[in-house]
């Protein structure tokens, strides 16, 4: 076994040709997976949307339906700028994830706020498995010196991520419309001074606190 470090020392001096094309491919084969993940995202999203209860989480489906769009566009660019064959890679992770969504849906009542808590969780997790995906894209392009992909990369991330702060405001509604219920309830009850987790000091991905 060798040093990361010396081995990143010769791949940068450009001695490490194996290196280089490794990474190539693997850049190659996680461009076609996450094309693959996108296309899916989009048909998930619409469902998600028709399926959800309130105004406020169906359209925040539709308007990320809306800009995964543009997300599939940007990887058919990049596709381009490389000079590859565009065509996705299946991959089971999406999948599941998807039909952990599907459950969701067959899982709860039609109408009921549970179905949409139940929805913006699934659609974290997918958005959550996206971040990772660009994320090392994103460093791939830029090991590789893809500049113009890595902009390309970078603008989606950016779209995800900012795709999950906002479903992690629409829950946090669910806790704080909660908490203002038990206040008109009791007021000045012990309910009121219970600290309730936000956004700010729990990590991603559990904002429902449940
Ligand atoms: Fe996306």
């Given at each position: 076994?060798?040093?990361?470090?010396?081995?990143?020392?010769?791949?940068?001096?450009?001695?490490?040709?194996?290196?280089?094309?490794?990474?190539?491919?693997?850049?190659?084969?996680?461009?076609?997976?996450?094309?693959y993940t996108e296309k899916r995202a989009v048909?998930?999203?619409?469902?998600?949307?028709?399926?959800?209860?309130?105004?406020?989480?169906?359209?925040?489906?539709?308007?990320?339906?809306?800009?995964?769009?543009?997300?599939?566009?940007?990887?058919?660019?990049?596709?381009?700028?490389?000079?590859?064959?565009?065509?996705?890679?299946?991959?089971?992770?999406?999948?599941?994830?998807?039909?952990?969504?599907?459950?969701?849906?067959?899982?709860?009542?039609?109408?009921?706020?549970?179905?949409?808590?139940?929805?913006?969780?699934?659609?974290?997790?997918?958005?959550?498995?996206?971040?990772?995906?660009?994320?090392?894209?994103?460093?791939?392009?830029?090991?590789?010196?893809?500049?113009?992909?890595?902009?390309?990369?970078?603008?989606?991330?950016?779209?995800?991520?900012?795709?999950?702060?906002?479903?992690?405001?629409?829950?946090?509604?669910?806790?704080?419309?909660?908490?203002?219920?038990?206040?008109?309830?009791?007021?000045?009850?012990?309910?009121?001074?219970?600290?309730?987790?936000?956004?700010?000091?729990?990590?991603?991905?559990?904002?429902?606190?449940?």
């Open positions: 076994m060798t040093a990361l470090a010396d081995r990143i020392a010769s791949f940068f001096s450009g001695n490490d040709s194996t290196t280089d094309e490794g990474l190539r491919d693997l850049f190659i084969s996680e461009l076609k997976s996450v094309y048909d998930a999203l619409g469902e998600q949307a028709e399926a959800s209860t309130t105004n406020e989480v169906g359209t925040a489906f539709l308007t990320h339906q809306n800009e995964s769009h543009n997300q599939v566009e940007r990887l058919e660019e990049i596709f381009k700028i490389i000079g590859i064959k565009t065509e996705v890679l299946t991959s089971d992770a999406i999948d599941g994830l998807i039909s952990d969504a599907r459950r969701v849906i067959s899982g709860t009542e039609p109408g009921s706020l549970t179905r949409d808590a139940g929805l913006i969780i699934a659609a974290q997790k997918i958005e959550h498995y996206e971040i990772a995906a660009y994320g090392s894209l994103l460093t791939l392009a830029n090991i590789l010196d893809f500049s113009q992909s890595a902009e390309l990369l970078a603008k989606t991330l950016e779209e995800e991520k900012e795709t999950d702060r906002k479903l992690t405001v629409l829950a946090e509604s669910f806790v704080n419309n909660r908490s203002k219920e038990e206040e008109d309830k009791h007021p000045g009850s012990h309910h009121t001074s219970r600290h309730i987790p936000t956004s700010s000091d729990v990590t991603l991905g559990g904002p429902l606190g449940i």
